[in-house]
């Protein structure tokens, strides 16, 4: 993809890789982008159907886990992965692109709703929870609307180096959100692409998040280099 930055290394995997394997390798990218001795990494991978709890993941959440349970070291609480779902990890140097965490989390967050806006959902953030909404159809008020979180954010920084990122809901089967709360939020539903009736396919999506990746870098203060 041409429009790309040439410093930045945009991978997409052909199968499911399991989220084991995709964590080590994360990390070990991680530690050597930091040594300066890789590039920056954008991954785009689907996983194996999985349950991750990060650092605030409450036991009592697991409900019926119907799946794998990994603790791992992103922040939030349990979420699930699965065939349909888009996941994206995201291995930036924060001392080139600017020592602030907050504001990477809320541009990661932006990168993601401008993407799903330009496959026609509407999506937002909400005030005191993390991640991407947008609004359905509420099953207990016909006609009212309700919001479902159709997007999770999970991000750690280890020396300067962001880990993790996003997932984002195209067509999974959303039952399997069931065996867990998602993200704590006991009274959110969760939605995907294809409950909306919007485009689901990996290529898609991806070439969407690519066109948005400049302006994720540069409207976000993220392209700067050089941060005292």
Not at 75 to 94: A, E, F, K, S
Not at 157 to 167: E, K, M, N
Request: net charge negative.
């Amino acid at each position: 993809m041409d429009h790309l930055p040439d410093d930045i290394e945009w991978r997409i995997a052909a199968a499911p890789v399991p989220y084991a394997t995709a964590l080590a390798e994360m990390e070990a990218r991680a530690t050597a982008v930091a040594e300066g001795t890789a590039r920056e990494l954008v991954w785009l991978l689907e996983h194996p159907p999985v349950y991750t709890g990060g650092t605030s993941a409450d036991p009592a959440d697991l409900r019926d886990p119907q799946f794998p349970v990994v603790q791992t070291g992103r922040g939030g609480r349990y979420t699930y992965h699965g065939p349909g779902q888009r996941i994206g990890y995201v291995v930036l140097d924060l001392t080139r692109r600017g020592r602030d965490v907050r504001q990477f989390v809320h541009a990661l967050e932006g990168w993601v709703i401008d993407t799903l806006g330009d496959l026609g959902i509407a999506a937002f953030r909400a005030p005191g929870r993390i991640g991407i909404w947008t609004s359905v159809p509420d099953p207990l008020s016909p006609g009212g609307t309700a919001e479902a979180k159709i997007g999770a954010i999970g991000v750690r920084v280890r020396r300067w180096i962001t880990l993790h990122g996003f997932s984002v809901n195209l067509a999974p089967d959303l039952a399997h959100f069931g065996g867990i709360v998602p993200c704590g939020l006991a009274d959110f539903a969760v939605t995907s692409a294809a409950a909306l009736g919007a485009p689901t396919d990996f290529a898609t999506f991806d070439a969407a998040l690519a066109l948005r990746f400049s302006t994720f870098l540069e409207t976000h203060s993220l392209g700067r280099k050089n941060w005292a």
